[in-house]
C-alpha cells in the first residue's frame, strides 16, 4: 500500500512542485530535500466476513510534512489534504477519514528544529 500511495501523492502536480520526489516510506533520509513527506503504517487489519476475509483491508496511515517553516508544512499538508480527502482509486484505496496535529521538532539547536504537520488517513484498499 505505501508504494501506491507514494505514486498516488506524486502524481498529484502541485504536491509534487512543493515537494518534488521527497516522498518516503518510515523514515525522511538525513540531508533530504524538504519540505518533505514520510509515510507510517500505524495498523492495519483484513476485513473478515462469515467465510472469513474478503480482500479488503482498513489501514491508518501516518502521513507527516516536514518543513524548515510551519506556513510550508501546512502548506504540503494542505496539498496533501486535498489530494487525499474522498479519493478513490481502486486497488490504491479509498481515503475514509482524516485527522491533522502541528508538532516542532526538539533538540539541543531550536535554530536548526523543523516544522511537522502530521496527518492520518483511514484507508481501506485491496490486499
Not at 4 to 12: E, F, G, H, R, W
Not at 13 to 27: Q, W
Not at 39 to 49: D, Q
Request: hydrophobic content about 45%; overall charge negative.
Amino acid at each position: 500500500m505505501e508504494e501506491a500511495l507514494i505514486a498516488v501523492l506524486l502524481a498529484d502536480t502541485a504536491l509534487a512542485a512543493l515537494v518534488g520526489n521527497s516522498v518516503f516510506p518510515v523514515a525522511r533520509p538525513q540531508g533530504s530535500t524538504l519540505p518533505a513527506i514520510v509515510l507510517h503504517r500505524i495498523g492495519s487489519a483484513p476485513l473478515n466476513a462469515d467465510d472469513g476475509e474478503v480482500g479488503l483491508e482498513n489501514a491508518r496511515m501516518q502521513i507527516d510534512c516536514w518543513a524548515r517553516t510551519y506556513t510550508e508544512a501546512k502548506h504540503t499538508a494542505h496539498a496533501v489534504m486535498l489530494r487525499l480527502s474522498g479519493f478513490e482509486g481502486g486497488a490504491h484505496g479509498t481515503v475514509l477519514q482524516s485527522i491533522e496535529r502541528d508538532l516542532r521538532e526538539g533538540g539541543g539547536n531550536a535554530a536548526a528544529y523543523l516544522f511537522r504537520a502530521s496527518l492520518d488517513f483511514i484507508i481501506w484498499s485491496e490486499r
